[in-house]
């Protein structure tokens, strides 16, 4: 920039400056890869944590909390508290009722507005010959940031899947929960169809739960993985994906072994309710996703969808194969009903053999749309996975080059059912922004060894430095015009400082890196 303003007022040269040219916002690693839970450095502890939320405090930015699934050796969950944004962590013991096989899987959280925090969770039973299936599902609370939960309460009946829970932002004691109420399972998949997505609302702050209310309308006979978010003035949004006639994973046709991925589509569907969860209208988003691999009806890979609070403006994202390998999507609207075309994220060769898979989204208070997502584009033969981060200041529409996450490269092929040969790293990942950065968690298996299939939460934190906020190029043209280039000058000594201020504040926000 000093160069081609020193040009500028030696020749007086007309020129082009674009966003790009003034600073657009840079990114960069703060520390490396800590674990979450203090056992994870433990080698007598081998189990497999993946599937993380984290959730900031709005009422408390210091106080974040994770929550995430533990596949082996057993089944179970666990919650983590920290109370400086994320530097150290306390493990909170989720209370859970008796149970037959499994007091607590498949954990999500969310904070409310006046800093209530939800924990969702389900209990596993075996019945008959169905094998293991969900037979409640529970909630608890905190008001004291996560250090101490309430006694779950029950928030529906048996055979719930998939169960997400987020807290409305502008209505205190006001939150949802979203399953896949199911009729009938086996080992491997679901017997029967028309097994719609529902969701169950509270207003007084998860003391009790209203009656499920169905959100996929009938003729969708194979719907999974809902994710929920909510926008201004009380509305509500549950993506979900259609597989189909994909029961080779609805059905467990594939008996939970690894292979070729179902050669069909899916479609990515957005449900919106404009009154609270009573009714419901849907949008396809898009009906030729092109699936990467199998996965068990328990946990399916989940589209990550999220809305910018101050515009209102919709963002989904997946992944899918429509290009002949895994690449990262986002899909963007101002209305929920029209969607823009997908915009391909991660920048990397089309059709290079090389997964970029499981992103997960966040937005900033400016509007700055982060990505997180794994990333095999270092492994020739598509095993060992890094995680990288992207960022959008246009909406969506570009993105910024890939920042890599991770210390070191993990293998991809280690967790539960590996030796069938469908490994499991989880069905999403966790991550947050603010204006001054991001932290991502991601379940990491560097610690894994054969037979051992260890999974460790690992986070990184990010810090952003802006250094201008103009989005329109600015025109600098003329022969001669000397007052131009001054003014070039003046903005790049201003626009430095800025760039300057906002790198002290990074520091700042991630002190504790």
């Given at each position: 920039m000093i160069g081609l303003t020193l040009v500028l007022l030696a020749t007086g040269a007309g020129a082009v400056l674009t966003a790009n040219d003034l600073a657009l916002p840079t990114a960069r690693v703060v520390g490396g890869n800590l674990p979450v839970a203090?056992?994870?450095?433990?080698?007598?502890?081998?189990?497999?944590?993946?599937?993380?939320?984290?959730?900031?405090?709005?009422?408390d930015?210091?106080?974040?909390?994770?929550?995430?699934?533990?596949?082996?050796?057993?089944?179970?969950?666990?919650?983590?508290?920290?109370?400086?944004?994320?530097?150290?962590?306390?493990?909170?013991?989720?209370?859970?009722?008796?149970?037959?096989?499994?007091?607590?899987?498949s954990p999500d959280l969310?904070?409310?507005?006046?800093?209530?925090?939800?924990?969702?969770?389900?209990?596993?039973?075996?019945?008959?010959?169905?094998?293991?299936?969900?037979?409640?599902?529970?909630?608890s609370t905190s008001r004291d940031g996560g250090r101490t939960l309430s006694s779950p309460v029950a928030a529906s009946g048996p055979m719930g899947f998939q169960v997400r829970v987020i807290a409305d932002a502008g209505t205190p004691g006001r939150a949802y929960l979203s399953w896949v109420q199911v009729s009938s399972t086996g080992a491997y998949g679901f017997t029967s169809d028309a097994n719609p997505v529902v969701v169950s609302r509270t207003d007084d702050g998860g003391a009790t739960w209203a009656?499920?209310?169905?959100?996929?309308?009938?003729?969708?006979?194979?719907?999974?993985?809902?994710?929920?978010?909510?926008?201004?003035?009380?509305?509500?949004?549950?993506?979900?994906?259609d597989v189909g006639n994909d029961i080779l994973d609805y059905s467990g046709a594939h008996e939970g072994r690894g292979g070729p991925a179902y050669p069909g589509p899916w479609s990515l569907v957005l449900a919106r309710?404009?009154?609270?969860?009573?009714?419901?209208?849907?949008?396809?988003?898009?009906?030729?996703?092109?699936?990467?691999?199998?996965?068990?009806?328990?946990?399916?890979?989940?589209?990550?969808?999220i809305v910018d609070p101050a515009s209102g403006r919709l963002y989904l994202c997946f992944h899918d194969a429509r290009l002949g390998d895994a690449d990262v999507w986002v899909w963007s609207s101002d209305d929920a009903t029209r969607w823009n075309p997908p915009r391909r994220v991660n920048d990397t060769p089309r059709g290079d053999g090389r997964a970029q898979y499981l992103p997960q989204l966040a937005i900033a208070p400016n509007g700055r749309l982060d990505v997180v997502y794994y990333d095999r584009r270092a492994d020739?033969?598509?095993?060992?996975?890094?995680?990288?981060?992207?960022?959008?200041?246009?909406?969506?529409?570009?993105?910024?080059?890939?920042?890599?996450?991770?210390?070191?490269a993990f293998d991809a092929s280690r967790g539960a059912g590996a030796d069938r040969g469908l490994p499991d790293l989880g069905n999403r990942l966790g991550l947050l922004a603010s204006n001054a950065g991001s932290l991502a968690v991601w379940a990491d298996t560097r610690a894994a060894t054969d037979g051992?299939?260890?999974?460790?939460?690992?986070?990184?934190?990010?810090?952003?430095s802006r250094g201008s906020t103009l989005r329109q190029p600015l025109q600098l043209i003329g022969y001669?015009?000397?007052?131009?280039?001054?003014?070039?000058?003046?903005?790049?000594?201003?626009?430095?400082?800025?760039?300057?201020?906002?790198?002290?504040?990074?520091?700042r926000w991630f002190r504790a890196f």
């Open positions: 203090a056992a994870a450095t433990d080698p007598l502890d081998v189990a497999a944590h993946n599937s993380p939320t984290i959730r900031a405090n709005p009422t930015p210091d106080n974040l909390v994770v929550v995430d699934r533990v596949d082996s050796p057993r089944t179970g969950c666990a919650m983590h508290v920290s109370f400086d944004r994320g530097a150290r962590w306390a493990e909170t013991v989720v209370p859970v009722p008796d149970a037959k096989v499994s007091a607590c899987f969310a904070f409310g507005p006046d800093g209530v925090l939800y924990v969702s969770f389900t209990s596993f039973a075996e019945v008959d010959n169905r094998g293991i299936v969900p037979d409640t599902v529970w909630v009656a499920a209310v169905t959100v996929s309308p009938p003729g969708r006979a194979r719907v999974v993985a809902p994710s929920m978010a909510t926008g201004p003035k009380g509305r509500l949004y549950v993506a979900y994906l309710s404009g009154d609270g969860g009573v009714s419901w209208s849907e949008a396809v988003v898009d009906t030729a996703l092109v699936p990467t691999e199998r996965f068990l009806q328990v946990h399916p890979p989940t589209p990550s969808v020739p033969l598509d095993r060992y996975n890094e995680v990288s981060l992207q960022s959008s200041v246009d909406k969506g529409a570009t993105f910024a080059p890939h920042l890599r996450l991770s210390d070191a051992v299939n260890k999974q460790v939460l690992a986070r990184s934190a990010v810090a952003v001669g015009l000397m007052a131009g280039a001054a003014f070039a000058l003046l903005a790049f000594l201003v626009l430095s400082r800025r760039h300057r201020s906002q790198e002290l504040g990074a520091r």
